[in-house]
C-alpha cells in the first residue's frame, strides 16, 4: 500500500478549510502548520488566472528528510509500510537537517510548544497520555504532516485498510473537510482506488520532480510538475 | 580561496542531474511507541454550523466532553453541503476563547465614544436582568416604540420569530435586521418582479452562467452549494463568466474574468438586452405568457386598462386592445392608437424598453467605454448567452415536457450594495426573461414565485414613518427589508424624518451594526445618548457602547433553528444543540429574553410575549402554554421542531437536521412561475414595474416631506427633485442607473472603492478574535487596499507600502496589496477588518476601517446600503505622516 | 515568526563562536559552519533572491518572506542550489535521488 493523495487545483477555491482542519486535528503549534495553501497570479490584466496550490508533507517515497536524518545519526524519522513518512519526537533531536533538506519546507521546528491563545483552553489541557504519539510535541523536535496517521493506523488495527479514503474515521482531515471536493486520498498501488483513478483521468503531476523525492502528492495544471 | 558562486552550483547541479545512486531504507521500521489508549470517550454530535448563515451539517468530536475537532456531516451531503470551510472548522475557537464575555457587565463611565473606558463592572445576573427589565417596563409603558430592538447573526442563531414576537408584545414597531448591509437590493428588485426574493441558478442543467458580483467561493449566502455545484456543472461542460471589477476567488475559477468598471453593470444588461433582441434571442412566447411586456402602456406610464380596470393588451388578430385575459394573439411589440377604451397612443411594454435602448443608442459599442470592456466581449457573451438559451426548445423529465433554457445570471452584494442596486439588478431579470430563463430547467429556479403579491403593487409612501429605519416609507418605498444602516442615522434626530418619538433603548443581539456599514462613526453617534444593551459573545464594538452587556453562549452550547438553505432538489430544516458549555454562562439568548419579559410583566397571558410567539410562527401541533413561567430554550426549541418538522427535538438532535425531502420534477419546475403567471387568469411577471409609476405618483405628493432629506442623501437641488424620483423609480432600468451620486460628485477622486467579503471575517462579528481564522491564511488576519500594479506604478507605490486611501468622507491608512486581480481605475477592500473594540487582543485589531469613508447615498427603493459607490484618491503614506 | 528564520539569523551572528557543542548535533549553525566557512560558498548561492517565485511550492514561503528580520540577510533560500552538492554520488550528504520517468 502506498498511500497518496490527488488535489484538483481546477476545484480548489482556495477556502482553506483544509489547513483549519488540519489545526484543530493535529493540535497546532501557532507559526507551524503541516498545510498551508500557496496563492499565485498569474498573467496580467485583464488575463490574469489565480490558483491555489493546498501544501503539505509529500510523503515522498525516497524522503529527503528521512535521508538527512539517517545522515546525521538520528534515525527520528521513518516510513512505514502505508507509505507515511512519520518523525518520531523521541528520537529527534532537533538539528533540523530534515528542515533544510526538504525541497518542499514543509517541516516545522517545535522551539516553544505555544497554545492559540496564552490562556489554555480545554482542548490544549488533554494530557499527553491521551494523545495519539503524533500528537505529543515536544520542545526542540521537528514536525510536519503524518498524513493523519492517527486516523489511518485505526484503519490498520481495525482491518479496514481498503476504507482509507473512503470511510471519513479512516481518512486524513484534511481531506474530508473539503468543500468542493478537491482532495481524494488513497492507495496509488491500487488502480483501482479513487485517487488512482482521478491523477489518470485528470493527468495530474508532481511538484519538484527534478529533486528525486518521488513525492506522493499528485496536482492538476500545476506548472514545475513531471 | 575563490569563492564559489551560484553559477557554478547550479553548472554542478547540471551535470550531477543524472549520475545520482539511490539508497534508501524505503521500510523503516514504523512510529511505534504506543502505551497509553488512544481518545478515550470519544463522541460525535451531529449539529448545525452557525458561523455564518449557509447553516452546514457539521460533525462535532469530543474527547471526554471536550471539543476537539468538527468535520462536516456525511448526511448532509445529499441536501447542502459536502465539506465545511474553514470558519465553520475553527468554530471551536470562538466557543473556547477567552476573549469571550463570559459574566454580565455594566458600564460605571456615562461618556460613550471610541476613546472611552466604559470601566465595566462585572454584576450577578438577577442584577443584570432586573436593571434591563426594568428599563424595558418602563419604556414599554411610557411610548413602546422607543425600544429598538437590533438582530444581524442573531436571526440567523435562532430565527427571527422569536424576537419579532418580543418586540410585539413590548409593542414596538422597531425590530431590524441586516439585509440592506448585504443583498437587500437584490430581494427588492425580486419582489417587485416576480412576487417574492431568493433564486438559484438550476446548475445540474445549465450550460452557461453569468455570475456578476456573486462572491460564493469566499462568502455568501448558499456558498457551500453554489461552489460545489457550480464545479460539478463546469465539468460538465458549463461555460462560468464572472463578471466583476475584483477578480474574486469564484471569478478565479471562471472560464472568462469580465472586469466591468464598478457601477457600470446595467449598461452590460441593457447592451446584453439590446443584442438579445436585434438578433433576435427573444423567447416570445414566454413573454407573452408570463410576463407583462405585452401590456399597453399610455404616455404617463401607466398601464392602458379597460373600463373595469383590466390590463390591456393589443390582439393582432381583431387589430385592437382587448383585456390580457380575453386576447387570442397577443402583440409582443408595437405602438398602437386605443380608441376603444380612449387611452391613445399606446405602446407594449416591451416596444416601451426597445424603443428605449434604441433612442438612447445603448448597445455594446455605445457603452464598452463606459464599462470599461471591449464592445466586441460585450457582443460576444450576449450573444453566447443568446445561443446557449436554446430558445424553444423543450426537455422532457420524468415523464414532463418543461421549458429548458439553461442559461443564468447569478448575483450578490457586489451588483446589489449600491444606490441603483435595485434597479441594476431588475436589468438583469430583463435579460433572463427575454430569453425565457426564469424557472426553466437550467435557468435560474425562483424561490415562491408569487407568494406575496402586494410586493407587486405601489407603496403606499407611509409617512410620518412607524419604524425607525423608515422602511416602506416615503423615504424607501419598496424597502420590504429592514434598513439596518439607517436606523442609527435616525436615532439621533428623528424629527429629520418626521418620526415623533425619540429613541431611549437600544437593545443589539449578536449584531456589530455600526460597525459594519457606511459613515461607520457617525453611525456610532447614534448610540451615545441612548440606553443600550448588548447580547453578545464578545466586546464588539456595539457592545462597547452598551450600558449593560450580557453574555451569550455560542452555538456549540445552545439551541438554535432556521431553515435550511433551500437547494434546486431538495429541502430540509436545521438545528443546533448544547454540546458544551465552556464558561457555565446560566442563560443562552432566547432564555435571556424569557427573563426580562418575565421581569418586565409580559411573559404570560393574553398579549404576552409566549402568546405572541404562538401567533407569531402560527403554532398548531403543539403551541405554547402562554401561562408557564419557566420555558427553557430546549422547551421552546421542541416546539418550534415539532410544529416544523413533526419531530421531537431529541429526533432532531440524532441528525441536527429534519424534515428533509428531496423535490420531484413537478415541485420543482411546475409550482412557480408555471403554476404563478402562465397565461390567462394569473398575475404576470413584471417585465416592466408598472407599480413604480404608481409608488412614483404617490411620493410625489408626499415630497415637500422628504425633500430635505433626498437633497442631503442625493445632493440635488429642488428644481432636480422630480427628475429624481423619477429615475429612481422607473418602471424600467436606466442608463442613469449607472451614475450614482458619488460618480457624479466626486470629480477629484479618479478611483472607484469597492468593498468585499472574505471568508475568514464576514456574516458573524467575532471572527477576530479566532486565531485560527487569522492564521489559517498568509493574508487572513488583515485586510489590504487592492491596487493594480501600473496604477501602483503610477502613484510610486510598492507591494506593502502604507497608503493613504480619501473620500469625500474621509481619510485612513491601508496597506497595499499590488494585483493584477482588479482593475486599474478601481481599489478594493475587504469591509469586515480594522476593529477597535478595548475587548479584543492587538492581534484581532488589524487592518482597515473601511466602511469609515464610505459614502451614504442609499438605495432609495430598497433602503440599501451604498457600499460599492464611493470614489477615493490614493496617495503613498509619507513618512512623518500621522 | 521567530523559528526557522530567527535562528538562521542568529547563526549569522554566532557562526564562528560555534556552536551546537553540547551533542552531537547538526544544528541551523552548524549548516552554515560547514558550507559558508568550510565549503566558501558566497551567501548568495543559496541566498539567491528576496521573495519566492510566485509559482514556487514551498509550504513555509510566505512565513519566510514576511519576516522582517529576514529582509537583513541575503534573502530566501533557492533549494534548487542543493540538488548538485546533494544527489548520489556527490559531494554532499545524499538528500535527492534520481529524475524519475
Known sequence: MRLGR?????????????????????????????????????????????????????????????????????????????????????????????????????????????????????????????????????????????????????????????????????????????????RVFGDLDDPNSEVSKRILSKSAKRIKKHFGTKPKIYYTIVEGGE | MKK????????????????SVINVDLFAEAFRKEKNALETSVEYFKSTCK???????????????????????????????????????????????????????????????????PQWEEISWEEALKE?????????????????????????????????????AIGTPNVVHRTTVCEGAKHVADEITWGYHEFLPDLE????????????????????????????????????????????????????????????????????????????????????????????????????????????????????????????????????????????????????????????????????????LSAEQIRRIAIEFGQSASIGSTINLDGKTLRYRPVAIYTFRGLVAKEYGTQTWRAGLIVMMLVGALDAVGGVLLHEPGKSSEYMNPSSCEYPPSRIDLKKSAFFPHATHDVAQQALFTVPEPSKYGINYTPEMQIFFATNRPFSTSKAELQLEGLKNTYNVAIEISMSETAWFADIVLPDKT?????????????????????????????????????????????????????????????????????????????TAEQLMDVLWRNKTGQSIDEGKKKGFGGEKFVTVDERYLKGVEAKFKGAGKAKIHFYCDELVGTKNVLLTKLNNVKEVFKEWYEVTDGELNSLIETKLSPLPRKDHAYPVSYRKSTNYPYYLITFKRMYRNQ?????????????????????????????????????DAVIIESRVGELEGIAKLTEGIRPDTVAVSYHYGQWSGGYPDWAKKGTWINKILEYHPDMLSGMNSFNDTKVIIRKKQGGEE | MKKLTGIIISSVLFIFAGCGKEKKIYSIETYHKIHVEKLNIECGTCHASEKYASGEYYLNKYEIENDVALKKIPGVI????????????????????????
Open chain 2, 205 to 372: 442543467y445549465t450550460n452557461y452562467l453569468k455570475n456578476m458580483g456573486g462572491n460564493y467561493a469566499e462568502a455568501d449566502q448558499w456558498a457551500r452549494w453554489l461552489d460545489h455545484a457550480t464545479l460539478d456543472a463546469k465539468e460538465r461542460g458549463m461555460k462560468l463568466v464572472v463578471v466583476e471589477p475584483r477578480l474574486s476567488n469564484i471569478g478565479a475559477k471562471a472560464d472568462e474574468w469580465v472586469p466591468i468598471r464598478p457601477g457600470k453593470d446595467v449598461l452590460f444588461l441593457l447592451a446584453m438586452a439590446r443584442v438579445l433582441i436585434d438578433e433576435g434571442y427573444i423567447d416570445k412566447n414566454f413573454l407573452i405568457t408570463y410576463t407583462n411586456a405585452p401590456y399597453l402602456i399610455k404616455g404617463d406610464g401607466t398601464l392602458a386598462k379597460d373600463n373595469s380596470g383590466n390590463p390591456l393588451v393589443w390582439d393582432i388578430d381583431i387589430n385592437g386592445p382587448v383585456p390580457y385575459d380575453n386576447a387570442t394573439n397577443i402583440a409582443l411589440e408595437g405602438s398602437f392608437n386605443d380608441t376603444v377604451y380612449a387611452n391613445g397612443e399606446v405602446k407594449t411594454a416591451f416596444q416601451v424598453f426597445k424603443d428605449y435602448l434604441t433612442t438612447e443608442n445603448i448597445s455594446p459599442e455605445a457603452v464598452a467605454e463606459e464599462c470599461g
Open chain 2, 764 to 800: 458573524s462579528g467575532y471572527c477576530n478574535i479566532n486565531p485560527v481564522l487569522n492564521q489559517v491564511a498568509h493574508d487572513a488576519d488583515t485586510n489590504h487596499i487592492w491596487i493594480n500594479p501600473e496604477t501602483a506604478n503610477a502613484l510610486s507605490i510598492k507591494d506593502g
Open chain 2, 132 to 168: 434591563v427589565a426594568g428599563r424595558i417596563a418602563q419604556i414599554k409603558s411610557d411610548d413602546p416604540r422607543k425600544i429598538i430592538w437590533y438582530h444581524g447573526h442573531g436571526k440567523y442563531l435562532l430565527h427571527d420569530g422569536w424576537m419579532k414576537a418580543f418586540a410585539s
Open chain 2, 51 to 117: 458561523m455564518c448563515v449557509n447553516f452546514c451539517g457539521i460533525n462535532v468530536k469530543t474527547e471526554n466532553g471536550v471539543l476537539r475537532a468538527i468535520y462536516p456531516d456525511e448526511a448532509r451531503r445529499d441536501y447542502y453541503n459536502i465539506g465545511n470551510c474553514p470558519k465553520g472548522i475553527s468554530g471551536i475557537w470562538n466557543t473556547y476563547n477567552p476573549y469571550r464575555v463570559k459574566v454580565p457587565l455594566k458600564r460605571r463611565n456615562p461618556n460613550k465614544g471610541i476613546n472611552e473606558d
Open chain 1, 6 to 182: 490527488f488535489i484538483d487545483t481546477e476545484r480548489c477555491i482556495g477556502c482553506r478549510a483544509c489547513v483549519a482542519a488540519c489545526m484543530n486535528e493535529n493540535f497546532y503549534i501557532p507559526g507551524n502548520p503541516w498545510i498551508f495553501v500557496i496563492e499565485e497570479e498569474i498573467g496580467k490584466f485583464p488575463y490574469v488566472k489565480r490558483r491555489f496550490v493546498p501544501m503539505n508533507c509529500m510523503h515522498c517515497d525516497e524522503p529527503a528528510c528521512k535521508k538527512a536524518c539517517d545522515y546525521v545519526g538520528a534515525f527520528a524519522i521513518s516510513k512505514n509500510e502505508q507509505g507515511v513518512v512519520i518523525i518520531d519526537y523521541e528520537k529527534c533531536m532537533g538539528c533540523r537537517y530534515c528542515v533544510t533538506s526538504c525541497p518542499y519546507g514543509v517541516l516545522q521546528y517545535i522551539e516553544e510548544l505555544n497554545t492559540l491563545f496564552s490562556e489554555k483552553t480545554p482542548y490544549d489541557e488533554i494530557p499527553y497520555e491521551n494523545r495519539h504519539p503524533v500528537h505529543r510535541k515536544k520542545i526542540n523536535t521537528v514536525e510536519k504532516c503524518t498524513f493523519c496517521w492517527h486516523r489511518i493506523e485505526k484503519a490498520v488495527k481495525d482491518g479496514k485498510t481498503s476504507e482509507i479514503g473512503v470511510n471519513p474515521e479512516y481518512t486524513p482531515a484534511c481531506d474530508i473537510v473539503c468543500p468542493v471536493g478537491a
Open chain 3, 78 to 101: 533557492d533549494k534548487n542550489a542543493c540538488i548538485g552538492c546533494h544527489r548520489g554520488g556527490s559531494i554532499g550528504p545524499e538528500f535527492y535521488g534520481k529524475v524519475w520517468e
Open chain 2, 555 to 631: 452555538y456549540l452550547e445552545a439551541y438554535g433553528y432556521y431553515g435550511g438553505r433551500w437547494v434546486p432538489h431538495a429541502r430540509h430544516h436545521t438545528l443546533h444543540y448544547p454540546i458544551v458549555n465552556t464558561y457555565n454562562i446560566p442563560y443562552q439568548n432566547i432564555e435571556i429574553l424569557v427573563e426580562l419579559a418575565k421581569r418586565a410583566g409580559f411573559l404570560t397571558g393574553s398579549g404576552g410575549f409566549l402568546d405572541k410567539i404562538n401567533a407569531e410562527y402560527k403554532f398548531s401541533n403543539p403551541n405554547l402554554d402562554i401561562n408557564k413561567t419557566d420555558y
Open chain 2, 4 to 19: 564559489v558562486t551560484r553559477r557554478d552550483f547550479l553548472k554542478l547541479a547540471g551535470v550531477l542531474a543524472s549520475a
